[in-house]
């Protein structure tokens, strides 16, 4: 027996309903999409804000180690310097002392500049004092870097000399 033509049309749109609605669900909406684009972008600005706080951080360190280096290697020039009693009395550091500050400008190489050029960005003073005849030479030298930045940085290294007389 044959159903009746009603309750195969029934069957028929419940059918089509139910396929209707699953082809619904299964894409997003324009909101979700938007919602999930948000989210994303800011995923992406956090992690761009982690690498270039990496990235300044790592400049900082490299010029940081380059102004130690332009320190030690002044410092290694006035350990270098003779101090004899003789005879004859030698004191190549004699000829060091300083009234004051000197300052000169040097490339991250150690190139030597009278004024701050975009290469010769590290600023290096020495002072040496002669404290007197039986007293030790004392020797200052700071090379300031990060002068572009607004906050400059300073690396001081400081030693005393003593006179074999």
């Given amino acids: 027996m044959r159903p009746s033509g009603n309750s195969s049309c029934a069957v028929t749109l419940a059918g089509n309903a139910a396929r209707g609605s699953r082809s619904r669900a299964?894409?997003?909406t324009l909101v979700e999409v938007m919602v999930a684009m948000v989210v994303a972008s800011i995923g992406l600005l956090g992690t761009v804000a982690v690498q270039q706080t990496m990235f300044n951080a790592t400049a900082n360190a490299s010029d940081a180690a380059v102004a130690t280096r332009l320190a030690m290697r002044a410092m290694e020039e006035y350990d270098a310097k003779i101090i004899t009693a003789g005879p004859p009395l030698v004191d190549q550091m004699a000829a060091a002392v300083?009234?004051?500050?000197s300052t000169s400008y040097l490339s991250s190489l150690g190139a030597v500049s009278?004024?701050?050029t975009p290469d010769c960005r590290f600023k290096r003073e020495v002072q040496v004092v002669n404290l007197g005849p039986s007293q030790p030479y004392n020797i200052s030298v700071q090379v300031t870097y990060a002068m572009d930045t607004g906050?400059?940085?300073?690396v001081r290294l400081d030693s005393q000399r003593y006179k074999t007389w």
Avoid: N, R
């Fill in 114 to 116: 009278a004024t701050q």
């Fill in 151 to 154: 906050a400059p940085k300073i």
């Fill in 26 to 28: 299964a894409g997003f």
């Fill in 98 to 101: 300083t009234t004051g500050w």
